[in-house]
């Protein structure tokens, strides 16, 4: 019995070393392989087949993704990307899938889009404080101007709770974003990256 205990354990090491470094590998692997398949094709119309080597495609996804951001800096390309995610968030359903994609690619993308710039701790009662991301420092909009909205995320689930708290109840929190959202995901079990390095 204490054997099977031993390897049920010596297991358990194994998956939890394992699964996120598999995962991590499958969805690179998966990027490369979707940018290499979708503009492979594209790339044999103008390109004789015995000219086109593996990674190409790959290539070519990455030079379009810089040459879109660059275009973003323009006016006239801003003014047409602003026509179709309205658009977008018209259609029902559509609406729902782009808006929380955006939403995630924002959070890990440059420090001006992120939706959560702020790490907070909200006082809930006398003793007890949440983990949580200010969102909105002004909610006059919604009949709350005395009030900042923050987002609570949920542990071990996708989703959350935004409550709207006085701001004497809230105070900013020396964390990363990054290690909030790992502490608020596992439950408070991971520690920041730095504190494993160390």
Same mark, same amino acid.
């Given at each position: 019995m204490a054997s099977m205990r031993f390897l049920a354990k010596l297991f358990l090491r194994g998956l939890v070393a394992i699964l996120p470094l598999a995962l991590t590998g499958y969805l690179a692997y998966a990027?490369?392989?979707?940018?290499? /398949? %979708?503009?492979?094709? !594209? %790339?044999? %119309?103008? !390109? @004789? +087949?015995?000219?086109?080597?593996p990674g190409m495609g790959f290539l070519l996804s990455l030079a379009l993704i810089l040459v879109i951001g660059l275009l973003m800096y323009s006016f006239v390309v801003r003014r047409i990307y602003g026509a179709l995610t309205r658009l977008l968030e018209r259609i029902p359903v559509v609406k729902s899938i782009y808006g929380m994609l955006a939403d995630v690619v924002r959070l890990f993308a440059s420090a001006d889009e992120r @939706?959560?710039?702020? #790490? &907070? %701790? &909200?006082? #809930?009662q006398p003793g007890s404080e949440l983990v949580g991301f200010l969102t909105r420092e002004d909610c006059a909009d919604v009949g709350a101007a005395d009030r900042v909205a923050v987002y609570l995320p949920m542990s071990y689930q996708l989703g959350g709770f935004t409550i709207l708290v006085p701001r004497t109840k809230v105070r &900013?929190?020396?964390?990363?974003?990054? +290690?909030?959202?790992?502490?608020?995901? /596992?439950?408070? #079990?991971?520690k920041a990256a730095d504190a494993d390095e160390a």
């Open positions: 990027a490369v392989v979707a940018g290499e /398949t %979708l503009l492979r094709k !594209l %790339l044999l %119309l103008f !390109l @004789p +087949d015995e000219s086109y080597w @939706p959560f710039r702020q #790490v &907070v %701790l &909200v006082e #809930v &900013v929190s020396s964390m990363s974003v990054e +290690d909030a959202l790992r502490f608020c995901v /596992t439950a408070g #079990v991971a």
